[in-house]
T-cell receptor
Framework: DQQVKQNSPSLSVQEGRISILNCDYT??????FLWYKKYPAEGPTFLIS?????DKNEDGRFTVFLNKSAKHLSLHIVPSQPGDSAVYFC?????????????FGKGTHLIIQP | DGGITQSPKYLFRKEGQNVTLSCEQN?????MYWYRQDPGQGLRLIYY???????QKGDIAEGYSVSREKKESFPLTVTSAQKNPTAFYLC??????????????FGPGTRLTVL
């Protein structure tokens, strides 16, 4: 059973617009959530994280929102740029910081169109 | 220039052979992790180590073994018992496994192909 779900395998957004990537989770013990960006044949790059005591975290063009009651988080990228085209993974941990590893979703392929 | 290195980038193995993937970090991180990624899938945790000389099984440890004799090194051996070893293997590390919320930093990966 998949504990972290990214239901959109791909998403196409016009350059300059907002990209919204969604992630749902089923394990109520998760208390730390992260977003990673990945290019083919490379390791994932950390983007932004949020702990369960917050509902929003912002870093430049990237904002993550957490709705604990709905077990849902989203990553907003605004404005979207061509270099944002990549696969985005949502990840979660229930050990108070990721000490025992992260549980990943299957990823969403974001395509930024000129 | 700190970071995580994995070698080799591409590895070919004959069926029935064991193979060891290297992972080294000079970030002075306590914790290290091994994940595998299959096409269209997320990353799945194989093994992790929170401290030298200690490691724990992840979700898919069968057919794999690890060691953590030094803080900076966490090699992964893919044994002949692993039924589907062809995959992209990623090593990661984080500062401190026991305090606070720490993101994991990933190496560039090793693509293993079994012929």
């Amino acid at each position: 059973d998949q504990q972290v779900k990214q239901n959109s395998p791909s998403l196409s957004v016009q350059e300059g617009r907002i990209s919204i990537l969604n992630c749902d989770y089923t394990n109520s013990m998760f208390d730390y959530f992260l977003w990673y960006k990945k290019y083919p044949a490379e390791g994932p790059t950390f983007l932004i994280s949020i702990s369960s005591i917050k509902d929003k975290n912002e870093d430049g063009r990237f904002t993550v929102f957490l709705n604990k009651s709905a077990k849902h988080l989203s990553l907003h990228i605004v404005p979207s740029q061509p270099g944002d085209s990549a696969v985005y993974f949502c990840a979660a941990s229930g050990s108070g910081g990721g000490a025992d590893g992260l549980t990943f979703g299957k990823g969403t392929h974001l395509i930024i169109q000129p | 220039d700190g970071g995580i290195t994995q070698s080799p980038k591409y590895l070919f193995r004959k069926e029935g052979q064991n193979v060891t993937l290297s992972c080294e970090q000079n970030l002075n991180h306590d914790a290290m992790y091994w994940y595998r990624q299959d096409p269209g899938q997320g990353l799945r945790l194989i093994y992790y180590s929170q401290i030298v000389n200690d490691f724990q099984k992840g979700d898919i440890a069968e057919g794999y073994s690890v060691s953590r004799e030094k803080k900076e090194s966490f090699p992964l051996t893919v044994t002949s018992a692993q039924k589907n070893p062809t995959a992209f293997y990623l090593c990661a590390s984080s500062i401190d496994a026991t305090s606070g919320y720490n993101e994991q930093f990933f190496g560039p990966g090793t693509r293993l192909t079994v012929l």
